[in-house]
Structures are given as C-alpha cells and as structure tokens.
C-alpha cells in the first residue's frame, strides 16, 4: 500500500518543518519530523474533510495533542490547499502570523482547538467524540446518515502525563466512544530527557483499564503499511475509544535524532542540509515541495470536496424526508438560538418566595430544557448539589449499561472537574452544541487549565457554579471560595456573573447563551436569598444598574450576588439615620465596563463616596469602590448566618462602615475611580 510517493511526501513534511522552525529561529523540528509518517497516513488515506469548506459539519475532526509540534499541521493544512501558504509558513510564530507558536482555532482555518498546554487536546477529542455520538443519535435515521464521523488526535508522552487526560481517558472508555482514535507519538523522549526519568508505566495497559483498545506499531518511521493497518484495525471496534502507540524517532534524519536536542530548538542548517540530501533531496533549497508532492496532496484535497459534495445530495434527501429535522440541524451548526426561547425565562416579583439561586437555576433549566434542546452538560458528581439536571433529562450513556442513551443531553462527569471543562471546550468547538458544566465554585481552580482555554478559544461554555461564597456554611474554608471570582474576572474574555435573585438568574443565562464568543461563569448559592424590588432580567446586560435609592445619594452600596439583599437593608438602615443611600447591583464588572461611559456615570456619579459589599477577596473592586467589605482571609465552618457575623457582611456592619466612608471625605475630594481620560 505504501510507496515511494508517500515516502517522498513524508520527507517533504520533514524537511519542511525543518525549515519552518530554521526560519522562525523558535519551535520544535522534532515531533513533526517525528510524526509526519502517522500524520501524512491519516490525512492522506483515512480522514475526510474539505479544505475548501473546513467548517463542513460531517467532517472528521483532527486534534494535535502535541501542540508544540504545530509546524507539521501547519505543513499539511499547506499541501492540502487549506488558506496557509508558503509565505504564511515562513511567518511562523511572528506578529499577526496564521501560523502562531501553538494551534490556536480562532486564527487558522482547519484548526479544530486551541493546543499547547499539553494534556487538553486529546481531552477536547472526547469532547468532540461525544459531541458527535450525541448528534449522530439525535439527527441520523435508519436510512440516513448525516453525521458519521471520526475523530482523530496525535498525543505525546507530554499529553499522557498530564491528569486531565487521565480523567478524560476514562470517562471517554466509560461512554464507549468508539469513534475516537488517538496515536501516542512514542518517542520516549521529553524535554528532559529520556522518559526513563519519570515515565515508566505500561501505558497500554493503563488504557485498555480504561476500557479502551489498544494497538502498537513497532516502527513508526518507515513502516507505513503498519500505520495504515493499525488505524484500519483502530477503526473496526466501535465500542470502544482507540490508541495507537507508535514507535517513533524524534528528529527523525537529523544528526541528532532521538535525543531531547532536537525537542525544541532549530536545527543546524549544516545539519538540515544533511538531512535533505539523507532523502534524496536537494540540500539547497530551501522551502521546497516539488509538483508530484502537490499532486499527490490535491488528489486529496479534490476528493475532499467530493465527499462534501455527496454528503450534500444525502443531505438535500433528508431534507425531503425530514424538513424538520434538516432546520433544526441547519439552525444549530449556525450557532443561532431558537426563536423565542428567552420567553420561557422566568421572572419574579418581591413577593415571591425567597429561593437559592442554584435552586432558581435549576428552575430555570427545566424551563428551558426542552427548548434549547442544543443545551447539553452534567455536574461533576454534584447533581443533587448544584441541581442541574432537569426533569425530562435523559443521561448520556452507552446503551448497553441501561442507564441512558447517547440521545441523553446530561453528562455523568464523576468527580473530575478539569476533565469535564476540557471536555466542554471540544463539544462547543464541534459547533452545533451549547455545553454547560457544573461544580462547586470553589473547585474551578481545579479546571483553570481548560476554563482558560475556553476564553482563549472564544467557546460559548456555561459554568454553572454553585456554593459560591461562605454562605456554603459548614463544609468550611475547604470549600469556600475566596479568591475564585478575582482571578475568573482577571481571565479575559470570561463572563462573571453573580446574580442576586430570579430575575437576575433568567438574565444571567440570557447573557450566557447569548455569547457565543466567550464562556460564561454563573455563581449561585447554596442559601435562600429574596426577590428583589427594582431587579430585572434586562438589567443584567448591563452589568450593574441602580437597584434602589436616592437620586442624590451621600453613599452607594455595590454588592453582588447573595449581599445585594443585605446591603438593601443596610440601605434601609441608614435611610433611617437620614443618610441618603443608592444600591447598586452588579452581577457582571465585564458587561459593566462594556457600557458607555455616560451610563456608568450614572451609576456611579463623580462626587460620591462608593462602600463595595462581596463575600470574597476585595481584589479588583478598587476599580469602583473608595472602600470595600470583603474576606481578608479564609473563612471557617459555622452556620452561614454565623459566618457573616463574624465577617462584617450584617447590615449593622455595613452601615457603620458607610457611615465612616462618608465622614472620611467629608473634607476631602472624592477620587473619580471611573473616569477614563484616555
Ligand atoms: C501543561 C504544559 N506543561 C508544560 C508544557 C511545556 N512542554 C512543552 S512540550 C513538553 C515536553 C513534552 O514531551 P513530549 O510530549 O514527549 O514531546 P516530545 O518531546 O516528544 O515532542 C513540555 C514539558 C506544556 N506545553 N504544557
Ligand atoms: C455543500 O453545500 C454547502 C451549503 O449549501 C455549500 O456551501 C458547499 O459549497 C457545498 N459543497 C460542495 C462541495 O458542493
Ligand atoms: C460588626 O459590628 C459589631 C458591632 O459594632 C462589631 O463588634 C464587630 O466587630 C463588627 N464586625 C466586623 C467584622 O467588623
Ligand atoms: C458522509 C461521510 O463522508 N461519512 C463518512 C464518515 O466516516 C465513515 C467512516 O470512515 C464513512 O463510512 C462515511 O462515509
Ligand atoms: C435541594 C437539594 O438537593 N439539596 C442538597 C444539596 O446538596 C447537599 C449536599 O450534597 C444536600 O445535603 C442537600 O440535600
Ligand atoms: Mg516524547
């Protein structure tokens, strides 16, 4: 099966990235030269995909786990006649170049996910496997099959260290999803040396624990039949995710191949040309592809835009058969909300019951569920908890365990929080699916690494974030969070939200679902909070909005979340001690800072005095706030009404506190925190 032609085209890739990196004086020439084997034999041979359309919804999905080793995905989008070319690959990793350092989707075409921090590319593939399985169930019907596709990653000794692949390893056994295919790059070298250190396990054995297949290719630099054999195997057993390992030389042809040099620096140009002149190449060119290397690579490309093309007719029948269906599958990989479901939002009146605003979460889900039937995610072990599973939800599962079907929208996580993050960004980069996620706000910090990469790749995700404060009570310090919204708000293009009651919940999750650029924070709590007067769904756009109070105020109150109602009847307090007082509510600082600047100046008029009230770190309410009430350090295990005792957050407390603010600048000016001259 193989021949010359693929060899050639192997060592084109080889050299090419070669030459990539040389130019670039920065990256890595020796996992692509290491991989380009397995890569060019996926691409060539197995995947299908349109280079002319890379956002076709049935095409296969391709994630470099190794993001390090990007050259060779920028080399093979390149051959493959993908929007990168020769000029774009001699930019790599410059200012405003498509071929940036690491993958990233939102800058090239072809490029599924974000990759780099090693661990979560192959953990977004089983995002993208399930995402698949799940519209697979959903959309297919006996006579057609609109969504049938694979997922494939390359993933380095790096990937299969890191914990999070652990956790996404074994729910992606667990879930049987038998269309993903990982090949291990088994070089047994990382940056510092040989894997002998610190990587001894059988690695094999680890996955086939977790219910996955295994395979082996003992030469993975020229035995290419063996590759294409072990993916065809790979591909027959569809109860169960694949891994590949393949043995290969990293540097593979350079002078030092095998070794960690090659890891992550240029090679010699001495060395390079050596290299080319080992595959009967011409040392001296550089950047060079000949025609019969093109060819070989359009033939591909050409039989891409086939397979799109055929995939259209089936889908024009199916549309026939099932305009219903072919709408709703149109409507969804548009990334467009289905008309009217913000009416099933719920709204509330101050009379209505004082309820937790994970409970009006959960409330609000099964309002929406059956709506907003893209909506699909789970807890991290914490259902009963974080009450997230509405009550027509059927869980995602393999039939076979009787618990539910992969037609299921709620995911069983476990308790594996970083996974279950990861995991999100793949099913929203998939397209066609709004993932939501939920834990204990305090145990995002275990899901920082993928949650920032949800910012970063500009995925709509939900978290859904319950027990958000010491309002948790008696689980203790442990479990409340303190720093957790300071550093989310510090995260750019993360949405923060902390509604204050019902409305505030409905406008929390209008916004999140609205953004389809950036993923979106909820933190509810465990304790009963009111319903407010002056809140509104709509306000939440806004960011903050005066809650209640005097036109002339002498003091705001700014609180989020579970200390709005107090700091209202701290407003209460002073209004009886004549102190004219404003209270603000502020569920979102981001939304608020995108506001115009006359709005936030009406908000918060220059001149007055601003006392902020949030259970948690005062860091960043410098921003509006001349003085703040916040945790100056953990908090402890108690009643939560005892706890916000003992930390200041009463009425009382916060009254005095205004009542110093005020007096503090009776002679002085008033900073004007929000101008923003320039
Ligand atoms: C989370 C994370 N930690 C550290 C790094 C830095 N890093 C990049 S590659 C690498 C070594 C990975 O080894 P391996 O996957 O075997 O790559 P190879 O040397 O075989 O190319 C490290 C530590 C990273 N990219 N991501
Ligand atoms: C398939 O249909 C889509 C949508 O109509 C179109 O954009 C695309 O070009 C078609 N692809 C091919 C290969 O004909
Ligand atoms: C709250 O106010 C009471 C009464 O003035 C005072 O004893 C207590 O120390 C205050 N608590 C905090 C945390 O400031
Ligand atoms: C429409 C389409 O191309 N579907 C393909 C998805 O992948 C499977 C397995 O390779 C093919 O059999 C389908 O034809
Ligand atoms: C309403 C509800 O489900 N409450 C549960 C939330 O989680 C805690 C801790 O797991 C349970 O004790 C509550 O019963
Ligand atoms: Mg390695």
Same mark, same amino acid.
């Given at each position: 099966?193989?021949?010359?032609?693929?060899?050639?085209?192997?060592?084109?890739?080889?050299?090419?990235?070669?030459?990539?990196?040389?130019?670039?004086?920065?990256?890595?020439?020796?996992?692509?030269?290491?991989?380009?084997?397995?890569?060019?034999?996926?691409?060539?041979?197995?995947?299908?995909?349109?280079?002319?359309?890379?956002?076709?919804?049935?095409?296969?999905?391709?994630?470099?786990?190794?993001?390090?080793?990007c050259a060779l995905q920028y080399v093979l989008l390149h051959l493959l006649g993908y929007k990168v070319t020769m000029e774009d690959l001699k930019t790599f990793r410059q200012l405003d170049s498509i071929c940036p350092g690491h /993958?990233?989707?939102?800058?090239?075409?072809? =490029?599924?996910?974000?990759?780099?921090? &090693?661990? $979560?590319?192959?953990?977004?593939?089983?995002?993208?496997?399930?995402?698949?399985?799940?519209?697979?169930?959903?959309?297919?019907?006996?006579?057609?099959?609109?969504?049938?596709?694979?997922?494939?990653?390359? &993933?380095?000794?790096?990937?299969?260290?890191?914990?999070?692949?652990?956790?996404?390893?074994?729910?992606?056994?667990?879930?049987?999803?038998?269309?993903?295919?990982?090949?291990?790059?088994?070089?047994?070298?990382?940056?510092?040396?040989?894997?002998?250190?610190?990587?001894?396990?059988?690695?094999?054995?680890?996955?086939?624990?977790?219910?996955? %297949?295994?395979?082996?290719?003992?030469?993975?630099?020229?035995?290419?039949?063996?590759?294409?054999?072990?993916?065809?195997?790979?591909?027959?057993?569809?109860?169960?995710?694949?891994?590949?390992?393949?043995?290969?030389?990293?540097?593979?042809?350079?002078? @030092?191949?095998?070794?960690?040099?090659?890891?992550?620096? !240029?090679?010699?140009?001495?060395?390079?040309?050596?290299?080319?002149?080992?595959?009967?190449?011409?040392?001296?060119?550089?950047?060079?592809?000949?025609?019969?290397?093109?060819?070989?690579?359009?033939?591909?490309?050409?039989?891409?835009?086939?397979?799109?093309?055929?995939?259209?007719?089936?889908?024009?029948?199916?549309?026939?058969?099932?305009?219903?269906?072919?709408?709703?599958?149109?409507?969804?990989?548009?990334?467009?909300?289905?008309?009217?479901?913000?009416?099933?939002?719920?709204?509330?009146?101050?009379?209505?019951?004082?309820?937790?605003?994970?409970?009006?979460?959960? *409330?609000?889900?099964?309002?929406?569920?059956?709506?907003?039937?893209?909506?699909?995610?789970?807890?991290?072990?914490?259902?009963?908890?974080?009450?997230?599973?509405?009550? *027509?939800?059927?869980?995602?599962?393999?039939?076979?365990?009787?618990? +539910?079907?992969?037609? +299921?929208?709620?995911?069983?996580?476990?308790?594996?929080?970083?996974?279950?993050?990861?995991?999100?960004?793949? =099913?929203?980069?998939?397209?066609? &699916?709004?993932?939501?996620?939920?834990?204990?706000?305090?145990?995002?910090?275990?899901?920082?690494?993928?949650?920032?990469?949800?910012?970063?790749?500009? @995925?709509?995700?939900?978290?859904?974030?319950? %027990?958000?404060? =010491?309002?948790?009570?008696?689980?203790?310090?442990?479990?409340?969070?303190?720093?957790?919204?300071?550093?989310?708000?510090?995260? !750019?293009?993360?949405?923060?939200?902390?509604?204050?009651?019902?409305?505030?919940?409905?406008?929390?999750?209008?916004?999140?679902?609205?953004?389809?650029?950036? /993923?979106?924070?909820?933190?509810?709590?465990?304790?009963?909070? !009111?319903?407010?007067?002056?809140?509104?769904?709509?306000?939440?756009?806004?960011?903050?909005?005066?809650? $209640?109070?005097?036109?002339?105020?002498?003091?705001?109150?700014?609180?989020?979340?579970?200390?709005?109602?107090?700091?209202?009847?701290?407003?209460?307090? @002073?209004?009886?001690?004549?102190?004219? *007082?404003?209270?603000?509510?502020?569920?979102?600082?981001?939304?608020?800072?995108?506001?115009? $600047?006359?709005?936030?100046?009406s908000v918060f008029p220059e001149g007055i005095p601003v006392l902020s009230v949030e259970a948690m770190s005062t860091f960043g309410w410098s921003r509006y706030a001349h003085a703040s009430i916040g945790m100056k350090g953990f908090?402890?295990?108690?009643?939560?009404?005892?706890?916000?005792?003992?930390?200041?957050?009463?009425?009382?407390?916060?009254?005095?506190?205004? $009542?110093?603010?005020?007096?503090?600048?009776?002679?002085? /000016?008033? /900073?004007?925190?929000?101008?923003?001259?320039?």
């Amino acid at each position: 099966m193989s021949d010359s032609k693929d060899i050639r085209c192997i060592n084109t890739i080889r050299t090419l990235a070669a030459d990539v990196v040389f130019k670039a004086n920065s990256g890595h020439p020796g996992a692509p030269m290491g991989c380009a084997p397995m890569a060019h034999v996926l691409f060539t041979k197995y995947m299908k995909f349109n280079p002319e359309n890379p956002a076709w919804p049935n095409r296969d999905r391709f994630i470099l786990s190794n993001g390090h080793a990007c050259a060779l995905q920028y080399v093979l989008l390149h051959l493959l006649g993908y929007k990168v070319t020769m000029e774009d690959l001699k930019t790599f990793r410059q200012l405003d170049s498509i071929c940036p350092g690491h /993958p990233e989707n939102y800058m090239t075409d072809g =490029i599924e996910v974000t990759t780099g921090p &090693l661990g $979560q590319g192959i953990s977004n593939a089983v995002g993208l496997a399930l995402a698949e399985a799940h519209m697979e169930a959903t959309f297919n019907k006996d006579d057609f099959k609109i969504i049938d596709n694979y997922t494939f990653s390359i &993933l380095g000794d790096g990937c299969l260290q890191e914990g999070v692949a652990s956790e996404t390893a074994s729910l992606a056994g667990h879930l049987k999803l038998g269309k993903l295919i990982a090949l291990y790059d088994d070089n047994q070298i990382q940056i510092d040396g040989s894997t002998d250190l610190s990587f001894t396990e059988d690695v094999l054995k680890r996955y086939e624990a977790y219910g996955w %297949h295994t395979l082996s290719v003992g030469d993975g630099d020229t035995d290419i039949e063996s590759i294409v054999k072990a993916i065809a195997e790979a591909k027959k057993v569809t109860d169960k995710p694949s891994i590949i390992k393949i043995k290969t030389t990293i540097g593979y042809g350079s002078l @030092l191949e095998g070794t960690e040099k090659v890891h992550g620096a !240029p090679l010699k140009s001495d060395d390079i040309v050596s290299i080319k002149n080992k595959f009967g190449l011409d040392g001296d060119k550089k950047f060079f592809v000949s025609d019969d290397v093109y060819e070989f690579y359009d033939q591909v490309k050409k039989q891409g835009a086939v397979y799109e093309k055929e995939w259209n007719e089936t889908f024009k029948k199916y549309s026939e058969k099932y305009p219903d269906l072919a709408k709703e599958f149109k409507r969804r990989f548009a990334g467009e909300l289905p008309s009217g479901w913000e009416e099933a939002l719920p709204r509330y009146k101050p009379s209505d019951a004082a309820i937790a605003t994970r409970k009006l979460s959960e *409330t609000l889900l099964n309002a929406i569920a059956d709506k907003v039937p893209e909506l699909v995610g789970g807890s991290a072990d914490l259902t009963h908890s974080n009450l997230t599973r509405w009550k *027509t939800a059927v869980d995602f599962q393999p039939k076979s365990t009787g618990l +539910g079907d992969y037609s +299921g929208r709620y995911i069983r996580y476990g308790v594996r929080e970083h996974g279950m993050a990861a995991i999100s960004n793949g =099913i929203a980069a998939y397209g066609s &699916l709004i993932p939501f996620a939920s834990t204990f706000l305090n145990f995002i910090s275990y899901a920082v690494g993928a949650s920032r990469l949800s910012a970063l790749s500009h @995925l709509r995700i939900i978290y859904i974030m319950t %027990h958000d404060s =010491i309002g948790l009570g008696e689980d203790g310090p442990t479990h409340q969070p303190i720093e957790t919204l300071a550093t989310l708000r510090a995260t !750019p293009n993360t949405l923060v939200l902390r509604p204050a009651d019902g409305n505030e919940v409905s406008g929390a999750y209008l916004v999140a679902l609205r953004n389809n650029k950036r /993923p979106s924070v909820i933190a509810l709590t465990r304790q009963n909070l !009111p319903q407010l007067e002056g809140s509104s769904v709509e306000n939440v756009l806004k960011g903050g909005y005066v809650l $209640q109070g005097a036109d002339k105020p002498q003091i705001i109150l700014v609180a989020t979340g579970s200390e709005v109602s107090i700091v209202v009847d701290a407003a209460k307090e @002073l209004e009886k001690k004549g102190v004219k *007082t404003r209270v603000v509510s502020m569920p979102s600082m981001e939304l608020f800072e995108e506001q115009k $600047q006359a709005y936030k100046e009406s908000v918060f008029p220059e001149g007055i005095p601003v006392l902020s009230v949030e259970a948690m770190s005062t860091f960043g309410w410098s921003r509006y706030a001349h003085a703040s009430i916040g945790m100056k350090g953990f908090g402890s295990s108690a009643p939560y009404e005892q706890l916000y005792e003992r930390f200041g957050f009463t009425p009382s407390n916060i009254s005095e506190k205004a $009542q110093k603010t005020i007096k503090y600048y009776e002679n002085k /000016p008033v /900073p004007h925190l929000i101008a923003q001259p320039f």
